[in-house]
């Protein structure tokens, strides 16, 4: 028999998990993605940091880490704004890791050009590029506030 702890610990999580799946856009500085191979290995990961949420990689930035060297993928990431305006192709790690070898690579810039309004919404997503014929895999897409 549940204790009445446990029934209330057990509504607070539904009740949050309800909310956060109707409300679909983070409200968090940073938010993180991992990119996976099909065997399910880490290929990379992209981090959003929302505003000055770090700013040594920039206003309103993304950062893509490559973390599997010589898997012949390159990660990256796609972006949109509110609008549904793609802000340009998406922008990978070149290459697989750094020149090609062993030592992960990780890249990081910013997406507000001025023309993003603070509260708009981002909607992103992980991808792999890969460096042999070029084909692309993505993760699901998450929505996030410019800050």
Known sequence: MRSKRTWLIGGIAGAL??????SGTAYAS????WVFHANG???GEVWYNAANSNLSKGW???TVKDEFCGDGWSVGVQWAT??????????YV?????GGG???????FSITDGHSAPGEIVTWRGCKESTTDGSIECEAWVHDKIG
């Open 102 to 108: 062993s030592h992960p690579d990780e890249t990081s």
């Open 30 to 33: 940073t938010s993180h993605e």
């Open 17 to 22: 998990a309800v909310v956060m799946a109707g």
């Open 60 to 62: 309103n930035s993304f």
């Open 82 to 91: 509110q609008s549904g305006n793609w802000e340009g192709a998406p922008h």
């Open 94 to 98: 070149h290459g697989d890791c750094q």
């Open 41 to 43: 290995r880490v290929a």
